[in-house]
Each structure stands twice: as structure tokens, then as C-alpha cells.
């Protein structure tokens, strides 16, 4: 199935034919085709593992150190022999795991490979790559002291393959290498174009670096020359006179040279050398100053727009030759071990990534960029871990960085290798928890091409750490990598100025938001306080202590601002419920008011109506008819009227008696006697008449009055009734309200209960159901059953009119057989 993923090797074999050094800005008519679909793009192969086994010392040898834990069996397999000591074989003796592994490898390269042969045989696919365009990784893995460096480093006389990697690539540009330093590397996959001031300071410091390793000049030089010399005196020259082109031309195709001579590309070469100690970053290149009290800067580690990561502020240094570069290599290993031995540290606690950036160029009056390969070289810590190394205090903590950024890479060789298998859920590669894998990202996502190298000793005692190694590289094996194999057909760089603004589109595509700030991964400057004194210790802590005052006493002020804040919003809030609540009262005394009101109206009219019907009863008593009343009240009239006749007549008569007054003093005056005696007789006899009625009805007067005044103290009383009842009705009101409430609970819990009740009975109905199902299926498996147990368990089940299933399941008291059936049961 892996196979289907695979380019053809035919495919591969035109894909790396088209150098990255050989076209001009546009693509060849054969990479137009292959570069016009997108599937095609992509080379799927097997993460590259190669084995190398380090020669015994002649001191190891002298010490009789044991031959026998490594055997190589052909050029991909070896095999592992766990020694008596090792916690391997004790284990395997106690039954957990094998005293004998086998491991196979891309190639296994033995103890008495040479440099070259090994640069050879490792280095071809990933050189060849990086010259046409694809980003390329090498990393070393291994426990200390298994030639890891010597592998990728080598020695003065014997060097590894990054020093060759570096001849290779210059002679691969000899006569295009573009002489000026006006365009750099830039974030992950860009160029900046320098201006001219910028370039000066390149320059200075690139002498400045250079400049510090004067001295040994010299040495590297001759380092580099005696390198070209052996390569003169081995056998696989020619007779070139250049002993590079002789190595070149077994790396890069004949095609791909013959084609460069005849384009016009320039290529510039810049170099980066950085590693990774606890955690933190540091430039190699930087020029550390010989006062103890300098820090190193620690790098931070960012990320562009494409998700890439790179180190912010890593040097970029410019070389025109590989002497230059290696020059760069022996000065970034002097500051690391400047800063080692400050640090009272070995090498190996660190990883250190050397890498050689090729920018292409049109060889134009102004050129344009074409393209950027990246090519690294990755010495990673050794691997062995805490327990065996016993470690304490900075130690333990080196070893725990280290442990725990390859255990990372571990993790997401893991997570690529299980999100290769269409079969299995795809897991989260964490390559952001480590710096390490961070950087290593691109590599194994599609944009680079990575290779790793297994360094193994064959000591004994470093046997369990080994058989670690390998298992380890083992998975990576089987890693697949995806390979977009022209860097600058899929991403193309961007060009920028001196400013860090871009100043050149190379598609119609590219805008002015591609160049976005990148993003920071990191906030805060990080500072490694392991490489300070004891008094530098001190007065980090004390300024560390000011910072946490400062820093208390800032969040104790934000945190009263922060009081005072909610405290306010929180008086508001109060504020704004009580409001509420005032209204929501308000409202309801006003509603209470009105139907107190109208209750009191109703209250108020049945008393009335209560008051009127006492009052009838009362008058009933004394009830005077109507007609009766009228008749009295016309006689009096009556009377009155007679009165006013006789008060008119008496008047009259008195008038007539003044004017007879003279004519006849007697006789008028006997007559008005007569007269006025008949008439003061007369209303004598009325007045005392109307008087008795005036009285009567005086008298009936006083008792309405009183009956009144009853009525009104009556009417009090029912006041006061009334309140007394409204204060029960309200009363009455809040417990109806309550039990409601209960009510509503109970319904909820009745509905729940129901619902359950429910489930409970589907419950029951699906497992009947499954009983039924399963005894039905025992039943048929038992039915071919011939023998005794069979026959007896028919029977039983007969006898009993009880299916067989049931009676072992349910019936176990009743039947008989039941207690020696049923553990025979639970066996099956
Ligand atoms: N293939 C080899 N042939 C000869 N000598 C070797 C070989 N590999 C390693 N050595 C020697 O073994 C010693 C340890 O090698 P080296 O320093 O490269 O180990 P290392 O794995 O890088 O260790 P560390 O992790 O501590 O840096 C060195 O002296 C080196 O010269």
C-alpha cells in the first residue's frame, strides 16, 4: 500500500534532474509539466536512517572491552546481543522482552567505514537535493560518545560531512557565486535586499567574526587543504586536478553540470550556527566578549505567516569560500565551549545546528532572487537519560531539557509515523513543545528533506541506552516523508528591503499582507540564568525580588482599582434592584390599595344595606302610614290656614273696631269682647294642638338621630371586621402561593419518575428481548452437542419443562444441575 503513495523513481530521478542552479526564473518546459499538478509535486519516501558504528579506541580495546553486543549482518541489518550486565538481558531473563534484536537501517555503516565512504553513501540524496533547491536536514542521535560529531564535524584530519557538504556545494557554484552581500537571508524562506550601509555592516561584522579567530586562521586553511589533499591521494579521484569537483561530480549529475556551465545564475552562500542549551537558544556566531559577566542573548524562536519557524535575530554571515565556512564552524564551537566551560559543561548537553543557506540569483546588472535552500546540520545532546547518567542539581536539568526535546521528537516521529496509516485516528504531532522540533517542523511537513544519522558505540555499559537508540530509530524508519522537491516552485521567497518592507512581487499573487509582522512565539525576553555567579545570582534574585514588589504592588493596585470597580457596578446593581423592587412594591400597593378600596366599597354597601334593613326594622316599631302622616299634616295646614283666616279676620275686625271707635264706645267694645274671647278660644285650642304634634315629631326626630349614631358605630365595627379579614385574605394568599410552588415541584418529580419508569421498562423489554436472543443462540449451539452432558442437560431441561438457558440463568436454587453447570458456563 506504501508503495501507492510512491513517485515513481523515474519521476524522482526527472524531478532532481532539474537544478535548482540551472534554470532562469522560469521553468523549464519539463518542470512546467510536472509542476502543473499539484499531486505531482509531491515525492513520497521513507525517512532515511543510517547507522553508524563507532570503532572501539585503543584504549576501549586495551581495557577488553567486550566485541560481541553489535553484529552487522549485511549493509541494513544488525543485530543487538544483550550483555550479561545490561537491565536488557535481565529482563529478557525474567521473561519481559528478548536478549537479541535485529534492527534494519537505510545502511548500516561499520566500525571501519571512513568519512568519505560514509559521506558518500549518506550524503548524495540530501546534497544532491539541496543544490537543486530542496531544503535538506541532517541529524545525528546517539548516546555520548558515539561519534556524532566526529560524524558530522570530523576532525583537522579527518572531516565529517558538513565540511564536505560545504566543498561540494562551492564547487557546485564555482565561477556563479555571486561576489556582493546585498541580499541576505530574511525570517524563514525570504531575501532582504541590503542597502549599501547595511552591506558595510555586514562586512564589518563578518571581519569582526573572523577577526576572532585570526590566530587560527591559518590552521582551518590548512585544515580545508589537507582535506583536498587527501581527497588527491584517495582512490576514488580522478584525475582532476580539483579534488571537489571529483567528489561533486559523484554527487551531481553529469547533466546538471553541463547545463550550468552554459546559465546564467549566481548563487550566494550564507552561514548560521546556533544551539539549543535547557531550552534556550544562542547564537554561535555571536562575538562574545571575555568579561565574565557578560550574558549570552538568548534567541527566541518565531514564526512567519507559512507557519515556519525561525530564529529571530540569528546571524546570517556571508561566505565566499568553505574555508570561510569552516571558519565559522571552529569559531561558533570556541563559543561554545567558551560558554561551556564558563558553564563548567560538556559539549554534549547541547544541540547545535549549523546551516548554510544558498540564495539563487539571475546574473543580471540586478539580479533577482530565484530561489532559497536551506541545508542543516543538526549535532543533537546525547540521549542517555537521567536515571543512568545520576545527576544532580544543573545537571539533572540538562538532562531533563535533553531528555525531554528528544523524547518530543520522539513523540512526533511517533504521531508522523501513525498519521501515515489511513487505518488509525490521526494524533497531534507536538512540534511546538519543543524549540527543537519546532525548527525541525518544516522537515517533516512537506518542506525540506530529512536524514537521520545513528551514531552507536559498542560499549557494554552504554548497552540499555543503545538498544534505546535503536528502537528509537526503528520507528523513525518508518516515517514517510512527503517532499515538495522544488523549494521555490511551492514557496516562493519574498524580497524585502533594508527596512524589512518588501519591495519586489514575484507572483501576481504575493501582496503587500503577505508581509504582515510575523508572529512572536515567545513574549517575554528570556534570559538563562544557569551561566551567571554566584553574586551575578545574587543580584538577578534581588532585582527578580524588586520586580515581584513592583509587581505586587502594581497588582494590588489593579486589584483595588478592580475592588473599587465592582464595588461601584455592585452599588449599582443594588441600586437599580431596589428601584425595582420600590416600583414592583409600589405597583403592588397600588394594586392591593384598589382592591382593598373596592372591597371596602363592597363592605361599605352591605353595611349600608345591613344599616337601612336594621333601620326599617327599627321604624317598622313606630311606623306612622303615609296617608295617615299626609291626613295629619293636611289638617294642620288646615289648621294654619284657619289661622291665618282668623289672625286676617281678627285683624279686619280690629281695623273695623278702631274706625266704630268713636260712633259707639259701648256697644263696640262688648261686641269685640265677644268676638275676641270666641277667638282666642279657638286658637288656644289650635296652638296646643300644633304644639302636641310639634313635640311628636320632635320626639320622632331624636329617636331617627339615635338610630343614626347607632348605624355609624355599627359601620366602625364592620371598619374594623373588614381590615381584620384583609389581613387574613393576604395571609391566606402567601400560603396558596406556596403550596403552588410545592405543587409544581411534585408535578416535575412525578414527570421524572414517569420518565424513568419508562426507560426502566424499555430497559426490561430490550433485555428480555437479549435474553431470549441469547437463549435461542445457546440453544442452537448446543443442539449438535452429542455426549453425555449434552443428553443430560436435555433431559434435565425436559423434566423440568424449564428451557435449559433459563434454568442456568434464573433457576440455579431449583434445579440440581445448576451449581455444577453454571461455573462450566462462566468457563466457556
Ligand atoms: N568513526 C570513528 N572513527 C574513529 N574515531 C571515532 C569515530 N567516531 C567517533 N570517534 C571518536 O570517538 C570520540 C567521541 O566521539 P564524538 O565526540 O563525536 O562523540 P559524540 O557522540 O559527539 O559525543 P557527545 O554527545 O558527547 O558530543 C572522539 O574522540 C572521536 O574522535
Not at 406 to 422: E, M, R, S, T, Y
Not at 531 to 545: G, M, R
Request: aromatic residues 6%; contains cysteine.
Amino acid at each position: 500500500d506504501e508503495g501507492k503513495n510512491y513517485v515513481s523513481t523515474e519521476m524522482c530521478d526527472v524531478l532532481e534532474s532539474l537544478s535548482f542552479l540551472s534554470v532562469e526564473g522560469k521553468p523549464s518546459p519539463l518542470e512546467s509539466t510536472v509542476l502543473s499538478n499539484t499531486e505531482e509535486q509531491q515525492v513520497y519516501e521513507p525517512l532515511k536512517v543510517f547507522l553508524r558504528v563507532r570503532p572501539f579506541s585503543i584504549e576501549e580495546l586495551e581495557s577488553h572491552e567486550s566485541q560481541s553486543c553489535v553484529t552487522i549482518e549485511d549493509a541494513q541489518t544488525v543485530i543487538l546481543n544483550a550483555p550479561k550486565e545490561s537491565s536488557a538481558m535481565k529482563n529478557s531473563e525474567r521473561g519481559i522482552g528478548h536478549a537479541v534484536h535485529s534492527f534494519t537501517f537505510s545502511q548500516v555503516f561499520g566500525p571501519e567505514t571512513t568519512q568519505s565512504e560514509f559521506f558518500e553513501g549518506s550524503m548524495k540524496d540530501i546534497v544532491r537535493g539541496y543544490v537543486n533547491g530542496v531544503n535538506g536536514l541532517v541529524f545525528t542521535y546517539g548516546v555520548t560518545n558515539a561519534g556524532k560529531t566526529f560524524t558530522i564535524q570530523g576532525t583537522s584530519k579527518d572531516l565529517g560531512i558538513l565540511p564536505r557538504s560545504l566543498d561540494v556545494i562551492f564547487n557546485h557554484i564555482r565561477g556563479r557565486h555571486y561576489p556582493k552581500m546585498n541580499f541576505k537571508p530574511y525570517l524563514s524562506n525570504d531575501v532582504k535586499k541590503l542597502e549599501d550601509e547595511q552591506v558595510k555592516q555586514e562586512e564589518a561584522l563578518k571581519t569582526a567574526i573572523l577577526a576572532s579567530l585570526k590566530e587560527e586562521a591559518e590552521s582551518i586553511s590548512n585544515t580545508v587543504t589537507n582535506f583536498c589533499d587527501a581527497k588527491l591521494d584517495s582512490s576514488s579521484c580522478t584525475s582532476d586536478n580539483h579534488p571537489s569537483n571529483s567528489l561533486e561530480k559523484n554527487l551531481v549529475p553529469p547533466d546538471i553540470q553541463r547545463t550550468n556551465m552554459h546559465q546564467r545564475t549566481q548563487a550566494s552562500v550564507w552561514i548560521s550556527f546556533c544551539e539549543i542549551y535547557n531550552e534556550y537558544v544562542y547564537d554561535l556566531l555571536n562575538i562574545l566578549s571575555t568579561s565574565k559577566t557578560q550574558r549570552r542573548r538568548v534567541l527566541r524562536i518565531c514564526e512567519d505567516q507559512g507557519g515556519n519557524f525561525y530564529i529571530k535575530d540569528l546571524k546570517w554571515i556571508n561566505v565566499q569560500s568553505p574555508e570561510e565556512a569552516c571558519r565559522l564552524l571552529k569559531i561558533g564551537n570556541k563559543n561554545r565551549s567558551f560558554a561551556c566551560t564558563r558553564m563548567n559543561e560538556q559539549s554534549s548537553r547541547s544541540h547545535s545546528i549549523f546551516s548554510i543557506r544558498l540564495l539563487k540569483l539571475t546574473d543580471e546588472h540586478q539580479p533577482r532572487v530565484l530561489g532559497v535552500s536551506e541545508l542543516s546540520f543538526c549535532d543533537l545532546a546525547g540521549s542517555e537519560r537521567c536515571n543512568k547518567t545520576h545527576v544532580f542539581g544543573d545537571r539533572l536539568k540538562e538532562a531533563g531539557n535533553i531528555n525531554n526535546s528528544l523524547h518530543i521528537l520522539g513523540k512526533c516521529i511517533a504521531a508522523l509515523k501513525q498519521n501515515q496509516n489511513p487505518k488509525m485516528k490521526p494524533s497531534y504531532i507536538p512540534f511546538r513543545e519543543s524549540k527543537l522540533t519546532r525548527l525541525f517542523q518544516p522537515f517533516f511537513c512537506g518542506k525540506g528533506k530529512a536524514c537521520m544519522i545513528v551514531n552507536i558505540n559498542q560499549h557494554t555499559s552504554t548497552y540499555d541506552e543503545t538498544l534505546h537508540v535503536m528502537k528509537f530509530s526503528a520507528i523513525a524508519k518508518q516515517v514517510i516523508q512527503k517532499i515538495l522537491p522544488k523549494n521555490f516552485g511551492c514557496f516562493p521567497p519574498k524580497l524585502v528591503g533594508g527596512d524589512g518592507r518588501p519591495i519586489m512581487h514575484f507572483d501576481a499573487n504575493t501582496s503587500l499582507d503577505d508581509f504582515a509582522d510575523n508572529t512572536e512565539t515567545s513574549a517575554e525576553e528570556e534570559v538563562d540564568i544557569t551561566i551567571l555567579s554566584h553574586e551575578e545570582l545574587l543580584k538577578a534574585a534581588e532585582d527578580l525580588k524588586e520586580k515581584v514588589v513592583a509587581e505586587r504592588q502594581s497588582k494590588l493596585l489593579l486589584e483595588v482599582k478592580i475592588r473599587k470597580e465592582m464595588a461601584e457596578a455592585m452599588f449599582r446593581q443594588l441600586l437599580e434592584t431596589e428601584e425595582a423592587w420600590s416600583n414592583r412594591l409600589e405597583d403592588m400597593k397600588d394594586s392591593y390599595e384598589e382592591k382593598l378600596e373596592s372591597k371596602f366599597e363592597m363592605y361599605k354597601e352591605a353595611i349600608k344595606k345591613h344599616a337601612y334593613m336594621c333601620a326599617m326594622e327599627q321604624i317598622e316599631d313606630h311606623y306612622v302610614p303615609i296617608e295617615e302622616f299626609l291626613a295629619e299634616q293636611e289638617k294642620v295646614e288646615d289648621r294654619e290656614r284657619k289661622i291665618l283666616q282668623l289672625e286676617r279676620q281678627l285683624d279686619e275686625q280690629s281695623g273695623r273696631l278702631l274706625a266704630l271707635g268713636s260712633l259707639s264706645l259701648d256697644i263696640p267694645a262688648t261686641e269685640n269682647n265677644v268676638e275676641q274671647g270666641l277667638t282666642d278660644s279657638t286658637m288656644k285650642r289650635a296652638n296646643e294642638g300644633l304644639k302636641k304634634q310639634c313635640e311628636e315629631k320632635e320626639e320622632l326626630i331624636k329617636s331617627l338621630k339615635f338610630k343614626i349614631q347607632k348605624l355609624n358605630e355599627a359601620l366602625l365595627e364592620a371598619n374594623e371586621g373588614y381590615r381584620k379579614m384583609a389581613e387574613e385574605n393576604s395571609q391566606l394568599k402567601h400560603t396558596i402561593m406556596l403550596k403552588d410552588q410545592e405543587m409544581d415541584s411534585l408535578q416535575n418529580w412525578a414527570k421524572r419518575v414517569l420518565e424513568l419508569e419508562e426507560t426502566v421498562s424499555s430497559l426490561q423489554r430490550e433485555l428480555e428481548e437479549r435474553k431470549k436472543h441469547f437463549y435461542a443462540e445457546e440453544s442452537k449451539q448446543q443442539k449438535p452437542r452429542r455426549g453425555l452432558l449434552a443428553n443430560l442437560k436435555s433431559t434435565v431441561a425436559s423434566t423440568a419443562n424449564i428451557p435449559l438457558g433459563k434454568g442456568w440463568g434464573k433457576n440455579e436454587e431449583a434445579s440440581p444441575f445448576s451449581g455444577k453447570l453454571l461455573p462450566h458456563k462462566t468457563k466457556e
